[in-house]
């Protein structure tokens, strides 16, 4: 292989892995809900969106600084989580899982459908103070925002890590995901931890769509991101954290493998069905992901 093969090869990978982190971002919403309550939130990519309309018009209508806009964005997505969680989920409890699910895809044809009758469905601009000059490592030329945006996601899995390792409410939501009828037994009032679990889960949201709205402009379609993160918690593990950070990387760098040598003889769009074509081989051997927890139901 040529010293120029080696450097395309280099390119993709940095540029894949950086994109993974940002989605592992996302992943890391879906996981803590499902961790908590055994129910997966497919309005996800739907709370990155409104996150990022958020800060867009705080930034262009409303004339915050960046950081007080950033800073509105995450105030508004746990509000909004905690009220979600508080009327419309907490009634849920104790009915099928499906009933949740059912409320969460509702949610999401709401969420998408309430900006274009409100605001309008014009492309907005969520610019960030991060410079336009490409970020260099060695072949690799990456957006300032790329680099940002990975370098977040990392911050914000270390930080979680210690949160769930080291501090007494992660313990107890560590406690509540394990067994959510022995942590009730122990003292441990898991409707509150329901609620930080949505609550957290609405931050990541809001970092998430700050992220990509700035880098892909905010309009409704950045809910798809959602859908394009779901192979990464599939793929990681649904109860994973660290499957999700994994999975994420997977995700990203096979997408960029795949544009960057299949697009060429096909025309281009791999990368949009690669993930999910990986998902699928996967889920045949581990139908639980990498780093899930296999669950046995004795009857």
């Not at 009758?117 to 260099?136: F, K, S």
């Not at 037994?185 to 679990?197: C, D, Q, S």
């Amino acid at each position: 292989m040529s010293s120029e093969d080696l450097g395309f090869l280099w390119a993709l990978l940095v540029n894949g892995a950086s994109i993974g982190l940002m989605y592992a971002l996302i992943a890391l919403g879906f996981v803590l809900v499902y961790k908590a309550t055994d129910a997966i939130n497919f309005a996800q990519g739907e709370f990155v969106m409104l996150a990022s309309f958020a800060a867009a018009l705080a930034l262009g209508i409303g004339g915050m600084p960046v950081i007080a806009a950033v800073l509105l964005a995450v105030a508004l997505m746990i509000g909004f989580s905690f009220g979600l969680e508080r009327v419309v989920l907490r009634p849920l409890l104790g009915r099928p899982v499906v009933a949740v699910i059912m409320a969460t895809i509702g949610l999401a044809a709401m969420l998408r459908g309430l900006p274009p009758i409100t605001i309008g469905g014009e492309t907005r601009a969520l610019p960030l103070p991060v410079g336009d000059e490409p970020v260099r490592l060695g072949a690799a030329s990456l957006p300032p925002i790329q680099v940002v945006g990975a370098i977040v996601a990392v911050l914000f899995f270390v930080a979680f890590t210690w949160f769930f390792k080291k501090s007494r409410m992660g313990v107890a939501m560590r406690a509540v995901a394990d067994n959510q009828q022995v942590a009730m037994a122990m003292g441990i009032n898991v409707e509150r931890y329901f609620a930080l679990a949505w609550a957290m889960a609405g931050i990541v949201s809001a970092l998430g769509g700050v992220l990509w709205g700035s880098m892909l402009g905010v309009d409704v379609h950045v809910a798809v991101i959602g859908l394009k993160v779901f192979p990464v918690v599939i793929l990681g593990g649904l109860d994973s954290i660290g499957g999700a950070l994994v999975g994420g990387l997977i995700i990203g760098i096979v997408e960029s493998l795949a544009a960057g040598y299949l697009d060429p003889y096909v025309g281009g769009g791999t990368k949009d069905f690669a993930p999910y074509l990986l998902m699928i081989l996967v889920l045949m051997f581990r139908p639980y992901g990498i780093f899930g927890k296999r669950k046995i139901e004795r009857v």
